[in-house]
């Protein structure tokens, strides 16, 4: 069983930064591609950024130049910078073995606000 815990979310104003953690089960990283995603109030979930077993990264186009994920020992992080209002969602560590779409782990969500 994998275990996804995130932390890190807050109320921020536009402009601002923040860096989400995930902090996954032991040694999932070698099997396992890790993403976040985040869903707003209204709005399906959607993919923000993933990073593969080897390290490749990939970012949805509203948030290339300003996210970056990275991952470390156990955790993986999201540093957002240059937040914008509509940055503001749920969001959820995910993880996917082998990226194959059948076993999918979800953590609990962590909410950023990004407001004046």
């Known amino acids: 069983q994998v275990r996804l815990v995130e932390s890190g979310g807050a109320l921020v104003q536009p402009g601002g930064s923040l860096r989400l953690s995930c902090l996954a089960s032991e040694g999932i990283f070698s099997t396992h591609i890790m993403a976040w995603y985040r869903q707003a109030t209204g709005k399906q979930r959607e993919l923000v950024a993933r990073i593969g077993v080897e390290g490749a990264t990939r970012y949805t186009d509203s948030v290339e130049g300003r996210f970056t994920i990275s991952r470390d020992k156990n955790t993986v992080f999201l540093q957002m910078n240059s937040l914008k209002p509509e940055d503001t969602a749920v969001y959820y560590c995910?993880?996917?073995?082998?990226?194959?779409?059948?076993?999918?782990?979800w953590g609990q969500g962590t909410q950023v606000t990004v407001s004046s």
């Open positions: 995910n993880a996917d073995q082998y990226g194959a779409g059948v076993y999918i782990y």
